[in-house]
């Protein structure tokens, strides 16, 4: 077993709080650095039912990418869902740390595994952060990659499906089914507010999550519209708009991190303490739609 502070020190080496956005706020939110850690249990959401299996796993810490604090908190007391979370984590001695935005920035974080998981190498960020890492590398918000073949939208819809953790949601595609896909840009979560730099990228799909009804719907117009006049003008004619879009589950897509993270713990505090706990992820998404008609 090995003392949390250590353990924190090693999750933060490879994710630091440095590299969240100002309004973030990860990091230790339960638990005392003097306790001994044994094993280590990962999911998108600090939810009572993810919070139990944990637990029931044995779990001395639960590392999320999700807070269980997004706004001011005056309480703890089991009269709300978040209070009675606290209270059964600190009954069962087991800590809570959240690696949220500084996550989806790292090197092998939350958009550098989703990318890879969809198949895109000689990745580089959308938007570059003012840091790099402490080995030299450009971080930032997204990735954007090739494909090795370039293959169709059905196809690659298909693709990034399959690896997805389980929805009922699944997937939303809107393009031209069979254009061909080699440029693609991933940002897991919500990803509307990168829409403007993701088109000036030209790449040809966008697959992002929580897209509302008028941002999705304008950019797709725009696109079309922009390819017509591109054909009116004489310049080669791309057979697709761009960029076509691939809508996901928020908690889906960005659960796929933890197939990295859980090895990349393990192994940096084997590397910085020579012990090694146990990491486990849960191997689902926190979704909350349970039922889909269609």
Known sequence: MIRLSKVIEAI?????????????EPGLIVGDLNSQIQRIVCVSDPTISAVDRALSMG???LVTHHSLFFKAVHGVSNETVRG??????????????????????????????????????NLRPIVVSKQIDSAGRNIGL??????????SLRDFAQNVFNVLPHTKVGVQVAGNLDAKVSTVAVLPGSGESLLDEVRKEKVDVYVTSDLRHHPALD????????SKLRLSSGEDYIQHTYPMIINT?????????FTY?????????????????EVAW?????????????
Not at 219 to 226: D, G, N, S, T
């Open 12 to 24: 933060e080496t490879l994710y630091p709080l440095s590299f969240a956005e100002e309004w973030d």
């Open 59 to 61: 779990a001395n810490l």
């Open 84 to 121: 009675e979370i606290v209270q059964r984590l600190i009954s069962n001695n087991c800590a809570l740390w959240v690696g949220h935005t500084n996550a989806d920035v790292a090197w092998r974080g939350v958009a550098h595994a989703a990318a890879e998981y969809f198949g895109l190498h």
């Open 142 to 151: 997204g990735r954007i990659g090739v494909l090795d073949v370039p293959i």
């Open 219 to 226: 950019a797709i117009e725009r696109a079309k519209y922009e």
């Open 249 to 257: 589950s928020h908690s889906a897509i960005e659960s796929l991190w």
């Open 261 to 277: 993270a859980i090895n990349d713990i393990a192994d940096c505090i084997e590397e910085m303490y020579g012990e090694r706990p």
């Open 282 to 294: 849960l191997g689902e998404a926190c979704d909350p739609w349970n039922y889909v008609i269609n």
